[in-house]
């Protein structure tokens, strides 16, 4: 199937292209957020079949995430919503609102001039799909990172989100399901020192080392690539 395409950046500005797949056996509705109080992309949600591909064209420099909706629907007044990820604009589009956690997350800052990108992909809101970002061109480091493995698969009864059919279709982080400082970060834990890996933190990392499993998590977590790559992000890897 040949990718749809949404282009955001003027003539001749540096931009860096996403190819958002959907290697899941079922559709997704990906959407993206842009950070920073800068403006959205022309495209901030969008419907994606099983095995299909979207590119997407962003202007750097540019901060912002992505994630996966599923078991979506539009009920008989036109209102689009998901089980899982879903924005609470009642379309297909998010208009800048984020996803309800928990999400699997992938975020990105991109650099002007062909500079340092950051890029992750993160727990700390908690899991729904296996995902993986894959750096394309680009001159230094420039190394893949995902979370390949279903956390649902060993997610703890108390942080399971379940669907019509009694399935898990997404796990909670413990600061969703438990809201306490230790596992938030906040309060006296809010530095990086104080609040350390936890039993639920070590679970996730144990599934994906190169996830953020709770928001310290910066060492083994944070990549970086130089040089004006394009990126592969592809749920269900």
Known sequence: ????????????????????????????????????????????????????????????????????????????????????????????????????????????????????????????????????????????GCNTSSCPFDVNTICPSNFAIKGSDGSVIACKSACLALNQPQYCCTGPFASPDKCLPTHYSIMFKNQCPQAYSYAYDDKSSTFTCSGGANYSITFCP
């Open 1 to 140: 199937m040949e990718p749809n395409t949404f282009h955001v950046c003027n003539s001749g500005a540096y931009s860096t292209t996403f190819t958002i797949t959907n290697n899941c056996a079922f559709t997704i509705w990906p959407a993206t957020l842009t950070g920073g109080g800068t403006s959205q992309l022309s495209s901030t949600g969008f419907e994606l079949p099983s095995k299909a591909s979207s590119t997407l064209d962003v202007q750097a420099p540019w901060s912002g995430r992505f994630w996966a909706r599923s078991q979506c629907s539009i009920d008989t007044y036109g209102k689009f919503t998901c089980a899982i990820g879903d924005c609470g604009s009642g379309q297909i589009s998010c208009n800048g609102a984020g996803g309800t956690p928990p999400v699997s997350l992938v975020e990105f800052t991109l650099a002007a001039n062909r500079g340092l990108d950051f890029y992750d992909v993160s727990l700390v809101d908690g899991f729904n799909l296996p995902v993986k970002v894959t750096p394309q061109g680009g001159l230094k």
